[in-house]
């Protein structure tokens, strides 16, 4: 019998043939370890393969490991040291405020009242010998040469 042209067949190929799937596409997968769930480092799999110890992460992710630890609650990596963004020889942010407000003021800006209030109440609340801090002594005299000229 005689087949028609265009209908031939090669050998697994018809229509009757099995089909390979195409493989899973490969994604990343941070390694953790077991109890710590400290990151140890990644590596390349089949998509659906996490589990406890191993997380899947995006293709540019650049922790370093050894220096996170897996956080499951809140579903990411935090830091295993964290560090102080104010370095402890930094002036306190609010101090350092109100000296830039008492400079201001020494230089004759105004300010509403509620403002040169806090000026002065921050001032004699801050611990430490304010009798030493020569812009504080010469914003008390400024004050008070203000109140005798009724400024």
């Not at 963004?85 to 020494?106: C, K, N, Q, R």
């Amino acid at each position: 019998m005689k087949k028609r042209p265009g209908t031939e067949t090669s050998p697994g190929k018809g229509p009757r043939a099995r089909r390979k799937k195409p493989p899973a596409p490969a994604v990343n997968y941070a390694v953790l370890e077991a109890g710590t769930m400290v990151l140890t480092g990644f590596e390349t799999g089949a998509a659906g393969k996490a589990g406890k110890l191993r997380i899947e992460v995006p293709a540019e992710c650049d922790l370093t490991p050894g220096k996170f630890k897996w956080n499951a609650e809140a579903a990411r990596f935090d830091p295993l040291q964290v560090f102080d963004a104010v370095p402890e020889d930094s002036p306190h942010t609010l101090h350092a405020i109100w000296a830039g407000f008492l400079s201001l003021s020494l230089a004759g800006h105004g300010f509403p009242p509620e403002t040169e209030t806090w000026l002065f109440d921050y001032g004699r609340s801050i611990d430490g010998d304010l009798g030493q801090n020569e812009l504080w002594r010469d914003y008390l005299e400024a004050r008070r040469a203000r109140r005798e000229n009724g400024t």
